[in-house]
Nanobody, 121 residues
């Protein structure tokens, strides 16, 4: 069973930085897309940053110039470097992967459990 496990969340003051990481495991054959989403209290889950196997990464307008997504394809990992954090970045951050396993030829969507990021003013 594929698992995506996030790490790196925490509490930081406005203007600070955090780095989130997500590792996929459990019979992973290939990963088409890995990305980060977030959900603040009372709001819908939204895209933060997305990186496909080819092409440029995509970012939400609200994080462009502050956040950087990167992938380690060999290690099935994706990271999110978050700089110049703002209180409005406070949310639970989720990792998502479009993954194909060694026993299933179909790419399927998997989510991590999320990691809390809190930015104090």
């Amino acid at each position: 069973q594929v698992q995506l496990v996030e790490s790196g969340g925490g509490l930081v003051q406005a203007g600070g930085s955090l780095r989130l990481s997500c590792a996929a495991s459990g019979g992973v054959s290939s990963i088409r897309t890995m990305g980060w989403y977030r959900q603040a209290p009372g709001k819908q889950r939204e895209l933060v940053a997305l990186m496909m196997s080819v092409g440029r990464p995509e970012y939400a307008d609200s994080v462009k110039g502050r956040f950087t997504i990167s992938r380690d394809i060999a290690e099935n990992m994706v990271s999110l470097q978050m700089n110049s954090l703002k209180p409005e970045d406070t949310a639970v951050y989720y990792c998502k992967g479009i993954v194909r396993t060694t026993v299933d030829l179909t790419f399927r969507e998997y989510w991590g459990r999320g990691t809390q990021v809190t930015v104090s003013s």
